[in-house]
Structures are given as structure tokens and as C-alpha cells.
């Protein structure tokens, strides 16, 4: 199960009250900063970017490809470790807004961690340090340490992710 706080509303679906949980202002930033980040070719800037204006936890080395789209709505929700890299492409959410209720949740993906290409990370699911996330995944719930998991569902590949190495 997903760590996620659930926030239920009454009358039309959540995404129809979307300022009221969230200002209308902070949006309009986060995506201002994040349009610059996704095409921002300088790591260093977009880790700056990351840490400075939207309070991501983001580690040292850490490396967010061409066009990641992290929560627009709630990065600070967001913590990547250090020495990571964050596929081309990739969509990490903080916040699901549902019908009758929406959810928010920490989004923890630990130190040298490989997310592929056109990945998607929900809200409240942690991704163990050492893991490997195929390209195309959708990641759902929490990935054990040093795994390689990969595919809609999400399924474990290998439990120990061999590195490899070039002779």
C-alpha cells in the first residue's frame, strides 16, 4: 500500500477544488521553474533549480534528464538521494487528485538509483537505494533496495541488480 494522506470532498470531483488545496500562485512558480529545469541541459542548474525554488531534497551528482516532469503541485514532496539518474521523460508524482477524494504522499527514491526513460512514480511509494527501474514503468509501490523492476504492473525482474561492468 501507497503511504498517502487522503483528503476527501464533497460536490464535484477534487480536481474541481484544486485551489483550495493548493495556491493558485505556488502552481503558476513551480511550473514556471520547472519548464526551465526540463529543458535546462546544466545538471548542476537543475539541481539548483530543484533545491532553491521548489524545496526538492535532491542528493549531490544526482541527474534529471531532458524533459523530467517532477509534482508541479507538491515537490517538496519529492526527495531523490545522491549519484542518481532520473530517465529521460520522467513523471514523479506527489498528488493524485481521484473523484471524491485526493491524495497527497512523500515520494522517497534513494542513492544511486537508475529510473528509466518514460517512467512513471506515483505519489507515497519509495524506491531503495541501488534499484533499477526499466524505461516504461509505471512504479506503484515501494521497490526494495539493490532490485531491478520494470513494466505496467510493476514486477520484479531480478532481486539484486548486477551492475555491469565494461572490460
Do not use: C
Request: charged share 20%; net charge positive; aromatic share 10%.
Amino acid at each position: 500500500m501507497r503511504r498517502t494522506k487522503r483528503y476527501p470532498v464533497s460536490s464535484a470531483n477534487s480536481l474541481w477544488h484544486i485551489y483550495k488545496t493548493v495556491p493558485f500562485l505556488k502552481v503558476v512558480k513551480n511550473f514556471i521553474i520547472i519548464q526551465i529545469a526540463r529543458y535546462t541541459p546544466f545538471m548542476s542548474m537543475k539541481n539548483w533549480l530543484y533545491r532553491t525554488f521548489l524545496k526538492m531534497e535532491v542528493g549531490k551528482t544526482t541527474s534529471f534528464a531532458l524533459m523530467v516532469m517532477p509534482d508541479i503541485m507538491f515537490p517538496e514532496k519529492i526527495r531523490v538521494g545522491h549519484n542518481s539518474v532520473i530517465g529521460y521523460n520522467t513523471t514523479i508524482l506527489a498528488h493524485e487528485y481521484l473523484i471524491e477524494e485526493y491524495r497527497i504522499g512523500l515520494v522517497e527514491i534513494g542513492s544511486n538509483v537508475l529510473i528509466g526513460a518514460n517512467s512513471t512514480i506515483l505519489p507515497g511509494v519509495k524506491i531503495g537505494d541501488g534499484a533499477v527501474i526499466a524505461a516504461g514503468s509505471v512504479v506503484h509501490k515501494d521497490v526494495a533496495p539493490n532490485s531491478f523492476v520494470g513494466g505496467n504492473p510493476l514486477q520484479l525482474i531480478r532481486e539484486h541488480a548486477e551492475k555491469e561492468t565494461s572490460r
